[in-house]
Nanobody, 130 residues
């Protein structure tokens, strides 16, 4: 059974930093008959739709939402099957529940396609105050 477990959320002031982690158990990060592996981060703010924030494809290509480019960095540690999201220069509009997501796609994934990933963690709250 695949499990994605997020940690590292919390409260921070604008301009500060937080680092999210996601530990994936039972998920094979590879290219298989199911498609290309892709992992990433989604977020959902109150009253808003869930949106893709950052993804990392099986070939290590990273893609970011325009709203976080230059501030957030996604990375992974394959040996530990762990995904990270380093968030710097936080803004109040970054306040949301952040979800780790993973799946298999027929082509290189995007922040948009990650919203259709069939594997998701329970989320971790990030609150940024002004």
């Amino acid at each position: 059974q695949v499990q994605l477990v997020e940690s590292g959320g919390g409260s921070e002031q604008a301009g500060g930093s937080l680092r999210l982690s996601c530990t994936a158990s039972g998920y094979k990060y590879s290219t298989s008959i199911y498609g290309r592996s892709c992992m990433g981060w989604l977020r959902q703010a109150p009253g808003k739709e869930r949106e893709g924030v950052a993804v990392i494809d099986i070939d290590a290509t990273t893609t970011y939402a325009d709203s976080v480019k230059g501030r957030f960095t996604i990375s992974q540690e394959n040996a530990a099957n762990t995904l990270y999201l380093q968030m710097n220069s936080l803004k109040p509009e970054d306040t949301a529940v952040y979800y780790c997501a993973a799946g298999y796609f027929s082509s290189r994934c995007t922040v948009g396609s990650l919203t259709r990933a069939h594997l998701r963690g329970r989320g971790t709250q990030v609150t940024v105050s002004s």
